[in-house]
């Protein structure tokens, strides 16, 4: 019986310690905080958005419906999304970023998904 309990304790915290969250376009579009925050969603529905196959086949329009805005938008030299994942600023009287993930959602000459990378900054 003490062994069970042990199992189920650390199966527990096993769970509630995973990193990964199902992909919600809703929590994904809505999870900014404000300035100086973060996106505090985003980084756990992450993997589940790129292994999930959601934006394949998918065209710009529908990648903004699901995904929100993106934060740049580029059409040189390919077309591009870019989705702010994680920021953590300096602690300076003038906070900048030092820190930064984002996702960048590469588009074909029809602006159809072609790959996604991820990008990661830090000063």
């Known amino acids: ?13 096993t769970i509630s310690c995973t990193k990964n969250k ?12 404000g300035e ?5 969603d985003r980084e756990v529905m992450l993997q589940d958005l790129i292994k999930g196959n959601y934006l394949t086949n998918k065209h710009q329009e529908e990648i903004i419906e699901l995904l ?3 934060d740049i938008q580029s059409n040189n030299p390919q077309y591009e999304l870019a989705y702010t994942i994680e920021i953590e600023w300096g602690k300076s ?3 900048e970023p030092v820190y930064s993930k984002s996702l960048i959602v590469l588009l074909d000459k029809n602006f159809v998904f072609k ?3 991820i990008v990661e900054w830090e000063k």
């Open 93 to 95: 009287l003038a906070p």
């Open 36 to 40: 100086g925050h973060f996106y505090f």
């Open 115 to 117: 790959d996604y990378k």
């Open 22 to 33: 199902k992909f919600d376009s809703h929590q994904w579009k809505y999870s900014y905080k």
């Open 68 to 70: 929100g805005k993106p």
């Open 1 to 13: 019986m003490k062994n069970l309990l042990i199992i189920f304790f650390v199966l527990g915290i």
